[in-house]
């Protein structure tokens, strides 16, 4: 069981909004500073509490809302006690620098050495994660099934032919979007029809993060941390807009007012 910040806070962006402009330098940002990373240690906390509370354990790993994560945000996670975050792909290139990566490269955890401590990271597969977020709702139940093991076997194969020691880990995460509203039957004969494939395929293991890190494969280290999400590793959906960065800017006087007030 995993969660995400409380209420769904770009947690780069509520730490600095200015944040923004560190994957596009070209991005307006809103007029009046707004910094509140207390507010998003807060936000941290509390996903972590109200999860243990449900579910009786404090979650070991976050979802950060919209898989965005930055050096600040890693460090208040870390902090916190979380073990493990995870993020897209593309947040990977980028921090890794793209020219030079193998796509192998994915399928590991990395550690990021951030100020509140190391944080591990697990970057998902882009187009694994959204062939069931996207595009399998309109498929026959055995057929996505079929492909989305095709595609497991396809990054196992390569794996090999590269001499690569231990196995992949592939990383499968959506980004909460309710999908399965799309699927036949809320999406329960794709699910079962994958759970009951994945349980019987002698090649394909089921992992946790936590497992992973226990016994998986040596963990890479990232010595940068790109500031993005999991849309084009930047914050242009949130921030940048005149619209976005009006709502930023009341956003910042509104509790400026609430602080004043006490």
């Excluded at 070991?60 to 945000?73: L, N």
């Excluded at 709702?137 to 497991?152: E, I, P």
């Excluded at 699927?183 to 794709?190: H, S």
Aim: glycine content about 8%; aromatic content about 10%.
């Amino acid at each position: 069981i995993t969660c995400s910040p409380a209420f769904h806070p770009i947690l780069p962006l509520l730490i600095d909004v200015r944040a923004a402009r560190r994957s596009r330098p070209d991005l307006p940002v809103p007029a009046l500073e707004f910094t509140a990373p207390e507010d998003a240690r807060w936000q941290i906390e509390r996903g972590l509490d109200r999860t243990a509370t449900a579910f009786g354990a404090r979650p070991k790993g976050m979802w950060p809302s919209e898989g965005s994560v930055s050096p600040e945000a890693a460090a208040l996670l870390a902090g916190a006690g979380v073990r493990w975050v995870a993020t897209d792909e593309l947040v990977l290139w980028k921090s890794i620098g793209a020219p030079g990566a193998k796509r192998e490269a994915l399928y590991r955890p990395w550690v990021y050495p951030s100020a509140g401590g190391e944080l591990a990271l697990f970057f998902r597969d882009h187009d694994l994660s959204d062939r069931i977020g996207f595009v399998y709702s309109t498929w026959k139940a055995a057929d996505a099934v079929a492909d989305f093991l095709r595609q497991l076997r396809r990054i196992g194969e390569a794996h090999r032919a590269a001499g690569l020691p231990g196995r992949p880990v592939v990383s499968v995460i959506l980004d909460g979007e309710n999908c399965w509203e799309h699927y036949a039957e809320d999406g329960r004969l794709f699910l079962e029809a994958l759970y009951v494939a994945l349980d019987g395929a002698r090649d394909i293991r089921t992992r946790t993060p936590s497992d992973v890190l226990a016994d998986g494969p040596e963990p890479g280290r990232l010595e940068f941390l790109h500031s993005g999400s999991w849309i084009d590793a930047d914050f242009h959906i949130w921030a940048g807009h005149p619209e976005k960065n009006r709502a930023w800017d009341l956003l910042a006087r509104t509790r400026g007012a609430l602080v004043a007030a006490g």
